[in-house]
């Protein structure tokens, strides 16, 4: 009789684990690329923050809105003079294997952000924090220099090297997540795989089939966890844009971060109201690698730039009504104001323009009998290459021929960063809205103490003394109006000097399934997991 009531006990127990387990809701995301990494310090694209910034939280986050909010800090306080950020952590915060959050966790984590040894693309982004640039450069060597302290376990103080408008904001960002360093010292490189992991945020990442999907499950040691409504998030790679619509319309994937631009009005007819297209703060365009022949011609860039018909890119090549661009800076990005860049050849006829481009070829010692044979790189995704064969088309008429290169993501921008290119496609989502954020991208690199270059950010290699001294005045400047001004010169002299090839202004293009709420478009294209419902 007992073993027949245990026997029924087990398979009751059974019974509800099973029905539990039927219950849990999972959030299937069509993420993109492959993640070339899940460490905060080493990963650069949006694909790899969607994952990331699910598994680690900073002292602020993220809300629905994509603005800054009280994270792992309970609160703060701002020193009268703008200098000294004082953040109080939640006693609550916790890392996924149990242990306390603490202050040393940030000091941590910033010092390695700013080792030259890590060489993390990001770090700049936080150079607003005193003596951080020159721990960078390798400058300073004793980090105890550096403008982060742990006043104990709970209490950090943070101090800027002047006051800084967007810092909040800017410490939402990956690169200012916190670290266990034991966890790093113990593992080495294989400290973000599944089996090693140790995140402080909302969910923790178990599973990682590389080419494929990641998977993670909410943390039961996070803060907020009651709050959660999603239990699961599988990030799928859907670099293949086509059959992730697909999958989409078969019910397998619940939100699309991209789509075929020529789908649009399919999607707005069989789909209506799913397909989200906002305007964000982000710029699409082409790297142009300065560091050689023959683009280290300024008038070959120009040509290059000047016969790139903009206009037609947003509505007629992709359909979603993308704005042209020809300055760095998006429209609207705060603490910018005055009058946007806008170069006297926009103006222009295309065809006079496609003249003048003809003209410069012709005396850079190119025509007809001796083409400009150029590579163009991009990162494998059917809207980049509908983009690409239109400008390859339009060089054409200026005697410039093309040969189209495509490579997964990861590959991709490892090329642009080692310099491996002719031009490349590229595209920036603002990691906080002020405009110093694009404009950094094209400051001359950091020089380490064995005499090369870490260009991060900036692949075409773009250098200017004068560019790189009002960008330097700006980011201590007090004076918000004074500030802008050096910031609108400095543009000036990028664009005029063809830095780069600015082609649109980004607007968000999201799929999102009806059961799913919570998703806001927002200026910074943002959506964490935690604001979301999902019903069945």
Do not use: C
């Amino acid at each position: 009789m007992t073993q027949v009531l245990k026997a029924v006990t087990t398979a009751g127990a059974l019974a509800l684990m099973m029905s539990s387990a039927a219950l849990a809701v999972t959030l299937n995301l069509g993420n993109g690329g492959e993640p070339g990494s899940l460490d905060p310090h080493k990963v650069s694209g949006d694909w790899e923050n969607r994952i990331v910034s699910e598994y680690l939280e900073g002292l602020v986050t993220e809300d629905a809105q994509a603005k800054a909010i009280a994270g792992q800090a309970e609160s703060w306080t701002i020193s009268d003079d703008g200098l000294v950020y004082t953040f109080k952590i939640r006693g609550d915060a916790v890392w996924s294997d149990n242990v306390p959050v603490t202050a040393q966790n940030w000091v941590d984590a910033f010092q390695r952000l700013f080792d030259p040894k890590t060489a993390s693309e990001y770090a700049y982004l936080q150079y607003p924090i005193k003596n951080s640039s020159k721990i960078a450069a390798g400058e300073i060597t004793d980090f105890s220099q550096l403008g982060v302290k742990a006043v104990d376990d709970k209490t950090l103080e943070i101090t800027l090297e002047a006051a800084t408008p967007y810092f909040l904001d800017a410490l939402a960002h990956y690169t200012a997540f916190p670290i266990r360093k034991d966890i790093i010292e113990k593992f080495g490189d294989q400290w973000t795989q599944p089996a090693n992991i140790v995140g402080n945020g909302p969910y923790k990442i178990v599973e990682w089939v590389p080419g494929s999907y990641l998977r993670g499950v909410k943390s039961d040691t996070y803060y907020g966890k009651a709050d959660l409504k999603i239990d699961e998030i599988r990030w799928d790679n859907t670099e293949d844009l086509t059959a992730a619509l697909n999958r989409y319309r078969a019910g397998e994937l619940d939100i699309l971060t991209d789509f075929p631009a020529d789908q649009y009005k399919f999607l707005q007819d069989n789909y209506p109201g799913q397909a989200h297209v906002a305007p964000f703060l982000g710029i699409y365009y082409y790297v142009l690698n300065q560091s050689k022949p023959p683009l280290d011609n300024v008038n070959i860039r120009k040509a290059l730039s000047i016969s790139v018909l903009r206009d037609v890119i947003g509505p007629d090549v992709l359909g979603t009504g993308e704005l042209p661009a020809y300055g760095w800076v998006p429209p609207g990005t705060g603490n910018y104001e005055g009058t946007p860049y806008a170069p006297d050849w926009a103006e222009m006829p295309y065809d006079q323009r496609v003249e003048e481009a003809k003209k410069l070829m012709t005396e850079a010692g190119y025509g007809p009998d001796k083409p400009l044979k150029l590579q163009l790189r991009y990162n494998t995704n059917e809207n980049h290459k509908r983009i690409a064969v239109a400008i390859t088309d339009m060089w054409k008429q200026i005697g410039v021929e093309v040969e189209l290169f495509n490579a997964e993501t990861a590959v991709h921008y490892d090329a642009l960063r080692a310099g491996d290119f002719n031009v490349g496609r590229a595209g920036w989502l603002l990691d906080y809205d002020d405009a110093s954020n694009t404009l950094d991208l094209l400051k001359t690199g950091t020089k380490g103490t064995d005499g090369t270059i870490n260009w991060g950010n900036n692949y075409g290699r773009y250098s200017d003394p004068k560019f790189d001294e009002l960008m330097t005045a700006a980011s201590s400047e007090l004076d918000l109006v004074k500030r802008a001004g050096q910031m609108h010169e400095a543009e000036k002299i990028a664009m005029d000097a063809f830095a780069a090839i600015p082609i649109y202004w980004y607007v968000s293009k999201n799929v999102v399934s009806p059961k799913v709420t919570g998703f806001e478009d927002n200026a910074k294209d943002i959506h964490r997991v935690r604001w979301m419902t999902k019903s069945e």
